[in-house]
């Protein structure tokens, strides 16, 4: 079946330290969304990526689609505390509306 | 906001019992999912439905049915629930292609 590959499973930074988590598919991806779940609570929406080569920005954080469609960062400047969680990609291929996560990569910050 | 409302934050059930999960959604939205989370294996659909009465089996439907018979609720049905059924249940719902989703607070299922 698609799957969406994502790495790395964790990350350990010291606050202040840039942060990146990758993305990727074996098939072309007509769209791919990530999400942040923190300690104890539910996956939240972040952003969507259609279009080849995207790139969205959140304050500190920085979002990419590939020219391929096929893969996807996201890129988080100086680390904060508050940043601690899961990160998800999701990605949608073709017309189906349904996502397929990757299976997230933990951050922990160390103040 | 959309609020998707989850019944039970945490439930107990014994082998063998139909479970019931209930999901509510405020805001008319066409889709709507349930996925359970696991430990290593992330998210995992197993059953969606895009309009009232229709349903569509995910990647790991076996043991679960479901069952949409108004828009803003989604109920998951264990038949008989078993001990590797016990995860985190989440619940989400989303407008029409492309938008995201919005997930509830999730159950936690124990089955004893």
């Known amino acids: 079946g698609q799957q969406v590959m994502q790495i790395p499973q964790y990350q350990h930074v010291q606050e202040g330290e840039d942060f990146t988590t990758y993305c990727n598919s074996s098939t072309t991806l007509s769209n791919i969304q990530w999400y942040k779940q923190r300690p104890g609570g539910h996956p939240v929406f972040l952003i969507q990526l259609v279009k080849s080569g995207e790139v969205k920005k959140q304050k500190r954080l920085t979002f990419q689609f590939g020219e391929a469609k096929k893969n996807s960062s996201l890129h988080i400047t100086a680390t904060q505390t508050t940043d601690v969680g899961t990160y998800f990609c999701?990605?949608?291929?073709?017309?189906?509306?349904?996502?397929?996560f990757g299976k997230g990569t933990l951050l922990t910050v160390n103040p | 906001d959309v609020k998707v409302t989850q019944s039970s934050r945490y439930l107990v059930k014994r082998t063998g019992e139909k479970v019931f999960l209930e999901c509510v959604q405020d805001?008319?939205?066409?889709?709507m999912f349930w996925y359970r989370q696991d430990p290593g294996l992330g998210l995992r659909l197993i059953y969606f439905?895009?309009?009232?009465?229709?349903?569509e089996k995910g990647d790991i439907p076996e043991g679960y049915s479901v069952s949409r018979e108004k828009k803003e609720r989604f109920s998951l049905i264990l038949e008989s629930a078993s001990t590797n059924q016990t995860s985190m249940y989440l619940c989400a719902s989303s407008q029409d292609y492309p938008y995201g989703y919005t997930f509830g607070s999730g159950t936690r299922l124990t089955v004893v």
């Open positions: 439905s895009y309009d009232v009465k229709m349903k």
């Open positions: 999701a990605g949608a291929f073709g017309s189906n509306y349904k996502l397929t």
């Open positions: 805001m008319d939205h066409e889709n």
